[in-house]
T-cell receptor, first 113, second 113 residues
Framework: GNSVTQMEGPVTLSEEAFLTINCTYT??????LFWYVQYPGEGLQLLLK?????DKGSNKGFEATYRKETTSFHLEKGSVQVSDSAVYFC????????????FGEGTQLTVNP | GAGVSQSPSNKVTEKGKDVELRCDPI?????LYWYRQSLGQGLEFLIY????????KSGLPSDRFSAERTGGSVSTLTIQRTQQEDSAVYLC???????????FGDGTRLSIL
């Protein structure tokens, strides 16, 4: 079946540090890949997406590249801010799986000033 | 606002009672999804609607759970004879259609005493 594995958290960084959150997936064919962010007390917000191999999704300084050869979609940001503190979820969508999103476990990020 | 709206935001009820959770999707979104977020289980898919029909309800955990959607818009998730293990945040999402990015509401936090 489909699955997503995320780097275990929590992750604690200082402001302006470089961020990487690893995400790998297992799925047949060509899923679409997503990163969602959940700020405290809020629902999930779509951060970025990629729908085919070698696509790069980007938003708010975050980037992730769909790597089919390594089945990965790692999230990166060059310089994090305190306001980036949140839980980050990697997810995949296989249309033949009834349109359901399959999520990773989530990674808690805390950025200290 | 223009986002997915869920009500109530918080619900506390006694074990054995029935509860109804409501979701108003983004206008024009034909697809609607329910997920559950709980400690130890992460984010789990419950059910998917396309229009008023539910082609995938395989994530509903027991026959105490049901959902309906009317007029291709509002959906209600009903849990009968609630149990303590039903305590979780119930998230609703909508999308323009099958396979499109899903946009989430802020969720309903359900606590069963």
């Amino acid at each position: 079946g489909n699955s997503v594995t995320q780097m275990e958290g929590p992750v604690t960084l200082s402001e302006e540090a470089f961020l990487t959150i690893n995400c790998t997936y297992t799925a047949t064919g060509y899923p679409s890949l997503f990163w969602y962010v959940q700020y405290p007390g809020e629902g999930l917000q779509l951060l970025l997406k990629a729908t085919k191999a070698d696509d790069k999704g980007s938003n708010k300084g975050f980037e992730a590249t769909y790597r089919k050869e390594t089945t990965s979609f790692h999230l990166e940001k060059g310089s994090v801010q305190v306001s980036d503190s949140a839980v980050y979820f990697c997810a995949l969508l296989r249309e033949t799986s009834g349109s359901r999103l399959t999520f990773g476990e989530g990674t808690q990020l805390t950025v200290n000033p | 606002g223009a986002g997915v709206s869920q009500s109530p935001s918080n619900k506390v009820t006694e074990k054995g009672k029935d509860v109804e959770l409501r979701c108003d999707p983004i206008s024009g979104h034909t697809a609607l999804y329910w997920y559950r977020q709980s400690l130890g289980q992460g984010l789990e898919f419950l059910i998917y609607f396309q229009g008023n029909s539910a082609p995938d309800k395989s994530g509903l955990p027991s026959d105490r759970f049901s959902a309906e959607r009317t007029g291709g818009s509002v959906s209600t998730l009903t849990i009968q004879r609630t149990q303590q293990e039903d305590s979780a945040v119930y998230l609703c999402a909508s999308s323009l259609g099958h396979g499109q990015p899903q946009h989430f509401g802020d969720g309903t936090r359900l606590s069963i005493l």
